[in-house]
Each structure stands twice: as structure tokens, then as C-alpha cells.
């Protein structure tokens, strides 16, 4: 079973924090990887793709990947409280027409 | 910016009921997907669809499901007979070709609430 797992919080940061959300993914073929953002009642919002290791950053979000380790980071500097969201991540194999498979997401909280 | 649209953002329909979800991709993308997120819970796959035929398909995606791109741009799901389990967000996903743009973008949403 290809799982993907976060913690799913909430995590709290203030305001002009960075937040540091975590993934790991148990298939270990080509992957790639993707953060979505999600707020509530609304759908998956992609902020970042990511398929070769190291960093890859877009604004105030980078995202990690370490392949080695299944596990796939993003970080987002200078949090606003419209940040605030569900975070989530996905993974799927790399090329087209292969589904998305989700984790359960992290819900971030930025605080005034 | 090109978007995928949905529609109806919101459907109530008694149990028992069909019902048909409609999206509309964006205009150069080839592969389409549905997936759902009954509340609180995660993001589920459902069906991929390519060339006009299904690519793959989860367990959840059984008789009572059906997908079909009837006049060349709206990509339907239809769910035959609903029951209360089928109670979520579908939303609509569709992707262009070539790596590595092989990112799903994803649609509003149908609300569909059956009782």
C-alpha cells in the first residue's frame, strides 16, 4: 500500500515565522512530489512541484526533497494569517496520466 | 489564466438518485481525473482518463460509477444510484502532457450531498 503521511497538527507559528511542514512517502520508485494548499470548504491549490533532490524555491515557499530518505519538506518564510490553510502534500509517479495519492495533510496556523 | 471549471458547485439529491457531475478542463490538457474528499478526510482518487478511455480506476470506482467525455470538452461523472457513503467534494483535475509538467491542476468543486 503506497502511503503518504503527514502530521496532521495544527501547527501554530506567528506572524513573520517560518513554518516547517513535514512528509514522507513510502514507494520508492520516481516520484515526484507536490504541495498543495488547501483552505477549508475549497479545493487543492498547487503551491509547489518538486522532482529532483535538494531545494527548489518559489517566493516565500521552498521545498525539500531527499529521496533517500522518502521525505519531502516545505518551508514557508515570513507566514502571513493568510497562510493559515490545510497543507498537503502528494506524490505520484513521475509523467502523466498517473493519479496523485495524498497525505491527510498538515494544518498550519499563523498567528497575529 | 486558464482554470477548470465545475458545475453544480453544490447538489443535494435523495438516495437512490443519479446524478452527473460536469468539468471543463482546460483547453490543452489530454488526461482528466476525478477524485473526493469526504469531510474531514483525505484527498481520494478515483478515476484517471485518457484518449477517451479510463486509465485507471480505484476500488471506490465501482458499477455504480461512470465517467465520459460526450461532445469533446465537458468530462462527466455520473454516479447511477447515489447512497448516503457518497456524500463528499468531487472535484475535477486535469493535466497537461510532458515532463516535467505533469501537475494536476484541480477544479472548485461539486458539493454533493445525498440523503
Known amino acids: 500500500q503506497k502511503e503518504v503521511e503527514q502530521n496532521s497538527g495544527p501547527l501554530s507559528v506567528p506572524e513573520g515565522a517560518i513554518a516547517s511542514l513535514n512528509c514522507t512517502y513510502s514507494d520508492r520508485g520516481s516520484q515526484s512530489l507536490f504541495w498543495y494548499r488547501q483552505y477549508s470548504g475549497k479545493s487543492p491549490e498547487l503551491i509547489m512541484s518538486i522532482y529532483s533532490n535538494g531545494d527548489k524555491e518559489d517566493g516565500r515557499f521552498t521545498a525539500q526533497l531527499n529521496k533517500a530518505s522518502q521525505y519531502v519538506s516545505l518551508l514557508i518564510r515570513d507566514s502571513q494569517p493568510s497562510d493559515s490553510a490545510t497543507y498537503l502534500c502528494?506524490?505520484?509517479?513521475?509523467?502523466?496520466?498517473?493519479?496523485?495519492?495524498f497525505g491527510t495533510g498538515t494544518r498550519l496556523q499563523v498567528t497575529l | 489564466e486558464p482554470e477548470v471549471t465545475q458545475t453544480p458547485s453544490h447538489q443535494v439529491t435523495q438516495m437512490g438518485q443519479e446524478v452527473i457531475l460536469r468539468c471543463v478542463p482546460i483547453s490543452n490538457h489530454l488526461y482528466f481525473y476525478w477524485y473526493r474528499q469526504i469531510l474531514g478526510q483525505k484527498v481520494e482518487f478515483l478515476v484517471s482518463?485518457?484518449?477517451?478511455?479510463?486509465?485507471?480506476k480505484s476500488e471506490i470506482f465501482d458499477d455504480q460509477f461512470s465517467v465520459e467525455r460526450p461532445d469533446g470538452s465537458n468530462f462527466t461523472l455520473k454516479i447511477r444510484s447515489t447512497k448516503l457513503e457518497d456524500s463528499a467534494m468531487y472535484f475535477c483535475a486535469t493535466e497537461t502532457s510532458g515532463f516535467p509538467t505533469d501537475t494536476q491542476y484541480f477544479g472548485p468543486g461539486t458539493r454533493l450531498t445525498v440523503l
Open positions: 502528494a506524490v505520484k509517479p513521475t509523467g502523466t496520466a498517473s493519479k496523485l495519492t
Open positions: 482518463f485518457y484518449n477517451n478511455e479510463i486509465s485507471e
